[in-house]
């Protein structure tokens, strides 16, 4: 795929949705940093359901310790996974409110640091909460990437580091949002919306469906 094809992708992708977010609730770099943590193997409406009771009750890390691992698990016990979720949770605010004065840190390195906390979800708060151009490649955007041609690669990685390179500048803020909600709804898993889709006719994917 050539950088001119890229480029009308993503400007396709831009004029049907020009201004992409997350589709998880939050109203600090702290919400956002649980609730993708929650996210994990998990439907975003699902952990919108339990952080909407969770963050009026404890929205910060030292509010969050106190209510303790068993008082979270309360919280998100409909979540997949929640007995370890509520443990990194619990882990990475000790962490914030020890070393990083109970702020979300701007930091690759420093968020990687925090418990349930790897590459995917530092990328995503980097860019969501802030505004950094990073691209957390999930199942999605591994799909995507590879079926289209945009990027392809055998490791999330991989995918990553193509994007990188290969996403025009301009639209490097916004990328990993157009191609999640793309994977979602549209390039689905199993049978693409081939014909609803905006940029079928850019798209290399040679089992297109009709």
């Given at each position: 795929?050539?950088?001119?094809?890229?480029?009308?992708?993503?400007?396709?992708?831009?004029?049907?949705?020009?201004?992409?977010?997350?589709?998880?609730?939050?109203?600090?770099?702290?919400?956002?940093?649980?609730?993708?943590?929650?996210?994990?193997?998990?439907?975003?409406?699902?952990?919108?359901?339990?952080?909407?009771?969770?963050?009026?009750?404890?929205?910060?890390?030292?509010?969050?310790?106190?209510?303790?691992?068993?008082?979270?698990?309360?919280?998100?016990?409909?979540?997949g996974l929640f007995n370890?979720?509520?443990?990194?949770?619990?882990?990475?605010?000790?962490?914030?409110?020890?070393?990083?004065?109970?702020?979300?840190?701007?930091?690759r390195a420093a968020?990687?640091?925090?418990?349930?906390?790897?590459?995917?979800?530092?990328?995503?708060?980097?860019?969501?909460?802030?505004?950094?151009?990073?691209?957390?490649?999930?199942?999605?955007?591994?799909?995507?990437?590879?079926?289209?041609?945009?990027?392809?690669?055998?490791?999330?990685?991989?995918?990553?580091?193509?994007?990188?390179?290969?996403?025009?500048?301009?639209?490097?803020?916004?990328?990993?949002?157009?191609?999640?909600?793309?994977?979602?709804?549209?390039?689905?898993?199993?049978?693409?919306?081939?014909?609803?889709?905006?940029?079928?006719?850019?798209?290399?994917?040679?089992?297109?469906?009709?």
């Amino acid at each position: 795929m050539n950088q001119q094809k890229r480029h009308e992708i993503f400007s396709r992708l831009q004029a049907n949705n020009p201004t992409p977010t997350t589709e998880l609730n939050y109203s600090t770099p702290f919400e956002l940093l649980v609730a993708v943590t929650l996210s994990a193997q998990a439907t975003d409406k699902g952990v919108n359901k339990a952080t909407t009771k969770l963050f009026q009750v404890a929205n910060t890390p030292q509010a969050i310790l106190d209510l303790g691992e068993e008082g979270l698990k309360e919280y998100i016990k409909t979540i997949g996974l929640f007995n370890s979720k509520a443990k990194h949770v619990i882990q990475a605010c000790r962490i914030l409110v020890e070393q990083h004065n109970s702020e979300v840190p701007e930091d690759r390195a420093a968020l990687e640091a925090l418990h349930g906390v790897g590459r995917k979800t530092a990328n995503v708060i980097l860019n969501t909460a802030f505004g950094q151009p990073t691209i957390a490649v999930d199942t999605h955007i591994f799909r995507v990437a590879n079926r289209t041609r945009i990027a392809s690669g055998k490791t999330v990685l991989e995918v990553e580091k193509r994007l990188m390179k290969f996403v025009p500048e301009e639209f490097k803020q916004d990328a990993h949002h157009w191609l999640i909600l793309h994977g979602r709804y549209t390039c689905v898993a199993r049978k693409p919306r081939c014909g609803s889709c905006v940029i079928e006719d850019l798209c290399e994917y040679k089992k297109k469906e009709h």
